[in-house]
């Protein structure tokens, strides 16, 4: 009995500090953003392999760094739109998985295309309190005008989200809304998960690779 | 390749053609802001076709024979010309600042930079805007109208088409006497451009289901998003979300919310497309002006 409670007593207690301490150290999203991006780039800019275009490699960094701080069924629910609550949840699964696919294979694409870029983050407009916020930031490049790249967070738990992402001026999700509801008036969702997981076969043959290859 | 017809005439005979088919393609148009999807999208493979034969691999040629100072140098320099169109656009728009930063950018960089030839004025502080007529329009209330795919200038909407002429009589290589110098120019500063977005097209051809869409539902975003940042920016307000006053004819110029988009998903009908203005600079490359924005599903060019 006595045992029980002081168990009880220590988890509630260790629960406790852990809370305290990740409350603690909650980063402000652009700072959470800025982490991430800084950390591929340096990434990116000193591996040889990923500047030759190493598909595995660069899925490695993606995975380690990116995966974790994207919400893709959040994602694949606002690009499937109304949709999404017409499947079921067998196919809403498949479907964000694909669709998880399909991003990744893009981002190791931009990746391997890092050469000198610089990143400039503009000043936040949130209240602090805000669970749902944009983070503004754009890509330096020697040549041409800088690339605008916004992202889309939510607060989760002690960490932050990403669930959109703007590149120019065009959100993605909002970009594959439209796709995804042709897809999905030809074949249904079964038809769009199949033409999803069509082009990630593609890509894991050999866009990517393709890619990256030097000249 | 720009000169393969007369200038003037590009848009009028797009238009043409565009207006031919509103009877008979508003029966079958399925998105509300693409009427003409029909002829767009025989458009959007027709450019797709001169970019794969001609414009694609002369761009690749460009990118891996030219040393890279060369091929800034050559950006820098037609950059800086548009730079007095985009003033004027800066200050029709009413973004004085914007403007006179526009206009020391041209003295500074025409002069210290050698013609051009260097942005000395970026480093300076004076940040590179793009604007064009089209967009001064959209700031001044004129909806987008429906989406046009022009021969070889690609995306575009009705009144940026019909803006264009007034993009040509502004750029200033448009006056370059020698017709020879001038085509040559008009020519490089196509490849160029084009050069300077094979990245980008490569990523489009990997990630986009059907290229036509994905490129058209960018493309109208990257416009309104362009638009409303530059309201934003004219009105000298802090946060001015939505610039609803001005809601014509379109739904792509105006925005339904600046908020982040809604947790559950959202259950709009298809066509009232959701889009979000956004804020920040002023968006680079692939304005409806460049056939760029139409990559062709060949070969990557190497990196």
């Known amino acids: ?215 | 390749m720009k000169t393969a017809v007369h200038p003037a005439l590009r848009p009028v005979l797009a238009l043409g053609v565009a207006a031919s088919l509103t009877g008979c393609a508003s029966t079958t148009a399925q998105n509300p802001v693409d009427p003409f999807e029909k002829f767009n999208r025989s458009m959007f493979t027709f450019n797709d076709k001169v970019d794969q034969y001609a414009l694609k691999p002369a761009a690749t040629v460009y990118k891996k024979a030219l040393p890279s100072f060369v091929q800034t140098g050559v950006y820098n320099f037609f950059g800086n010309l548009g730079d007095v169109w985009t003033a004027a656009n800066n200050l029709l728009q009413g973004r004085v600042e914007d403007g006179v930063s526009d206009v020391m950018r041209f003295a500074v960089n025409s002069t210290f930079g050698i013609g051009g030839l260097i942005d000395v004025g970026s480093d300076a502080g004076l940040q590179k805007h793009r604007q064009d007529f089209g967009a001064t329009l959209g700031v001044w209330g004129v909806g987008s109208g429906p989406y046009v795919v022009l021969p070889l200038l690609g995306p575009s909407t009705v009144r940026d088409s019909v803006a264009l002429p007034l993009d040509w009589k502004g750029d200033l290589w448009r006056y370059v006497d020698p017709v020879n110098v001038r085509n040559t120019g008009i020519g490089l500063r196509v490849i160029d451009m084009r050069a300077g977005v094979l990245d980008a097209s490569n990523l489009i051809e990997d990630a986009a289901l059907d290229r036509y869409e994905f490129i058209r539902d960018a493309y109208l975003q990257r416009r309104a998003s362009k638009i409303s940042s530059n309201r934003e920016r004219g009105a000298g307000s802090g946060y001015r979300p939505l610039p609803d006053e001005e809601d014509l004819d379109t739904k792509t110029d105006n925005g339904s919310s600046l908020n982040t988009a809604p947790a559950a998903p959202s259950v709009e009908p298809e066509g009232n497309k959701n889009l979000q203005p956004e804020k920040g600079t002023a968006a680079p490359a692939a304005s409806g002006k460049q056939p760029a924005s139409s990559p062709a599903p060949s070969e990557n060019p190497a990196k």
């Open chain 1, 1 to 215: 009995m006595f045992k029980k409670l002081f168990a009880a007593i220590l988890t509630v207690g260790v629960l406790g500090f852990a809370g305290a301490g990740t409350a603690a150290a909650q980063e402000a999203p652009d700072v959470f953003i800025k982490r991430i991006s800084q950390e591929v780039l340096e990434t990116a800019k000193h591996d040889k392999d990923i500047q030759s275009g190493n598909q595995q490699r660069i899925l490695e960094v993606v995975q380690s760094k990116i995966l974790p701080n994207v919400d893709f069924q959040r994602m694949t629910a606002l690009a499937a739109g109304r949709y999404w609550r017409e499947a079921t949840p067998e196919q809403q699964k498949r479907l964000t998985e694909e669709f998880r696919d399909l991003l990744v294979y893009t981002y190791a694409g931009a990746i391997a295309q890092i050469r000198d870029q610089q990143l400039e983050f503009k000043p936040m407009r949130n209240d602090p309190a805000d669970t749902e916020v944009e983070v503004r930031s754009q890509v330096v490049q020697q040549r041409g005008e800088p690339i605008q790249l916004n992202y889309r967070l939510y607060k989760s738990g002690n960490t932050w989200k990403i669930y959109d992402l703007n590149v120019l001026g065009a959100w993605l999700v909002e970009t594959y809304k439209g796709n995804f509801a042709s897809e999905i008036s030809k074949g249904g969702i079964d038809g769009l998960i199949k033409t999803l997981a069509e082009r990630n076969k593609r890509l894991a043959a050999g866009g990517l690779v393709k890619n990256g290859k030097p000249s």
